[in-house]
């Protein structure tokens, strides 16, 4: 019989492979869309390229609900599967039935309100107005697909077997590159082409993840089953959680829109490349998140709560350090990387960047606080509390604005309200989980502020000698990055995890 500890062991070296797993997925479908864009814009023309995404745009407005509904029908799942005995296939013929209903609504609302913007309020030529049109059907029917798909991907995640989703993401890229590479032997309107194709890809792609799940997993083999309790329990959880997913849009789109209003579009653009940059920096951790997830829902559900509290520190902590490091290159000197990439960077961009890292340093101690929330259940008046904090900052950078200020209050008003945000969900965490306060201060606060003390004293001393070469710069980093791992490693790990580390790429290297 196995100990707790040799669980436990199991489950860190079951994280550990995930998040490889799951990195390597983001570097080859990083790579592979990157070039996939440019292909579709060489392609498709400027003109087309652009209508292409407003049109898809008008769907995919309302993905930030189908983002919750895959994060909630994840945590169901987790949780089931973490129950001695628990009802899996309940839970996913529940999901299945939501998700097809959820699909249906999204196709009325597609059908009227989506129509009259695309035709009364979407610029593009006249003689387009067709094209456009079996574009926009093409483009709903396959956000109905990717949302009847959620589910089965939802499984995948839940049972970890993230080389699956790793290997059907890549192929999914690779597939999309497909399609814009047949653009060039493609007769007729390439617009149309292009979006007919699409919709063939994610057909496929969804045939995929279905048969594998079938084949895969018994509780997968779907039968019709109206559990009202669940439906209703599943559908409440969900809505609270579409919640936070619609702050979320709202703070950074809304921020943008004020910028728009006082500062005009120059500032928006140098907004959107730190945006950009952002992304790209926080989507490591997110795999890292990704793969932790499961293990914090099936562990409170298996009532480990020692390990449950564990992984929400170390999650809290090594998401801090995961952003740190990525984003200490960037840090390093800004000008200069956006220089590369850019050439000729929005002004004001530099400061964007930097401030909206800082607000990534400090959202990242929130991010395993939701999960363990989640886990719990109860999550209605936490997304009250917390989204009422979240969205105060577009008032106030409003009313900032009017009174004169410059636009990186907006920044300063967001870092703000995530450490606002911040204290909320701590109160929550000790409220609802009985998680003390005091002891997340001691294991993850204190610690990340020793480390970014350190940090801020090596970006200091290492910017003394930074010069626009691309030799000095990478010395400099590679200088920077080693003391900043030394540092982590002696100073933000504790034995058992620098020893867990070690177990691991030992087993990795025989």
Not at 107 to 123: P, Q, R, S
Not at 261 to 280: D, K, M, R
Request: with cysteine; net charge positive.
């Amino acid at each position: 019989m196995e100990t707790k500890k040799e669980t436990y062991s199991q489950n860190n070296r079951r994280i550990a492979k995930n998040t490889l797993m799951l990195y390597i997925r983001m570097l080859l479908i990083m790579g592979v869309t990157l070039y996939t864009s440019r292909v579709v814009l060489n392609q498709l023309g400027v003109e087309d390229y652009g209508i292409y995404n407003a049109v898809g745009g008008v769907v995919i407005a309302l993905a930030f609900l189908n983002g919750a509904m895959a994060q909630s029908t994840q945590r169901f799942l987790s949780f089931e599967i973490g129950r001695d005995n628990g009802n899996v296939s309940s839970v996913f013929n529940s999901a299945v039935i939501i998700h097809f209903i959820i699909g249906i609504g999204i196709l009325f609302l597609a059908e009227t309100l989506g129509i009259w913007l695309v035709n009364d309020y979407l610029e593009y030529p006249a003689e387009k107005r067709s094209a456009v049109s079996v574009l926009y059907q093409m483009s709903i029917l396959t956000f109905f697909i990717s949302v009847v798909q959620v589910p089965f991907n939802a499984a995948i995640i839940a049972r970890e077997k993230m080389q699956i989703y790793a290997y059907f993401s890549v192929i999914e890229a690779l597939l999309k590159l497909g399609a814009a590479l047949s653009l060039a032997v493609v007769p007729g309107n390439t617009l149309v082409a292009y979006g007919f194709l699409i919709m063939l890809m994610t057909f496929i792609n969804a045939l995929m993840y279905i048969v594998y799940c079938y084949k895969t997993f018994p509780e997968c083999r779907f039968r019709f089953e109206w559990n009202k309790p669940l439906l209703k329990k599943m559908l409440g959880f969900s809505v609270w959680n579409s919640l936070g997913h619609l702050v979320f849009s709202l703070k950074s789109q809304g921020l943008n829109i004020i910028l728009n209003i006082f500062f005009g579009p120059l500032v928006n653009a140098a907004y959107s490349i730190a945006l950009q940059v952002n992304n790209a920096i926080c989507s490591f951790n997110q795999n890292f998140m990704t793969a932790l997830n499961p293990q914090i829902v099936k562990t409170y559900a298996g009532n480990e709560r020692d390990a449950f509290v564990s992984l929400v520190f170390r999650g809290c902590k090594i998401s801090f350090f995961l952003i740190l490091v990525i984003s200490f290159p960037v840090l390093l000197n800004t000008s200069y990387i956006l220089g590369i990439w850019l050439k000729n960077p929005p002004q004001n961009s530099i400061g964007f960047v930097q401030l909206i890292i800082i607000n990534s340093l400090i959202e990242s101690f929130t991010y395993t606080i939701g999960t363990a929330i989640q886990a719990k259940g109860k999550i209605r008046n936490y997304q009250l509390f917390v989204s009422g904090v979240n969205l105060l900052m577009l008032p106030i950078s409003f009313i900032l604005f009017k009174a004169g200020l410059n636009f990186y209050w907006g920044l300063y008003v967001l870092i703000v309200t995530s450490c606002a945000s911040l204290i909320v969900r701590l109160f929550f965490l000790k409220k609802l989980l009985y998680i003390s306060i005091k002891d997340y201060f001691q294991s993850v606060i204190l610690k990340a502020a020793v480390i970014l003390f350190i940090s801020v004293i090596i970006l200091l001393f290492l910017g003394k000698f930074t010069r626009p070469s691309i030799g000095n710069y990478f010395v400099l980093t590679f200088v920077g990055e080693c003391l900043l791992f030394i540092v982590i490693w002696y100073c933000g790990l504790v034995r058992s995890e620098r020893g867990f580390f070690i177990n691991f790429i030992k087993e990795k290297i025989r």
